[in-house]
């Protein structure tokens, strides 16, 4: 016969060895549930740009001086490096460009990674903005 404190002592003693187990490390999955409503300022103009590369994540923010910065994580879909050319057009309420067209910009994006790029407005009336990728020539 069994006593109450070994049958205790035993039921214990399996509660605590499912405990132990440690998880299986994961791969990080992709996700875009922080980014889906900002992503949409992001406009690839060639089908090849498209393809290779997407906009994970955009942030923005005003400056002391009331101009808009903008920070946009570029992800290259490929596993070959990839060049493209960017361009942040500014706007205003209305969705006019303020300023002079701003310059493309030349973009290499290693083989499945991200990179951080910096926009910011020269005009106080900039408001909005668009971020336009194309394949480099």
Known sequence: MISRQALLLAAALAA?????SVPAPQAPIETTKFTVENTDRFMALDPASEAAVSCTGLQERTL???RIEVVA???N???KPVRV????LFLDDQGTPVGAEPAWQ?????????EVVRFTATDL???RYVIRVRSAR
């Open 16 to 20: 605590l060895s499912g405990c132990s």
């Open 64 to 66: 002391g001086d009331g």
């Open 73 to 75: 994580n570029l992800k």
């Open 77 to 79: 879909a490929l596993d």
């Open 85 to 88: 050319r960017l361009q942040c």
């Open 106 to 114: 030349p973009l290499e994006v290693a083989g499945g990674s991200t």
């Open 125 to 127: 009336s900039a408001r």
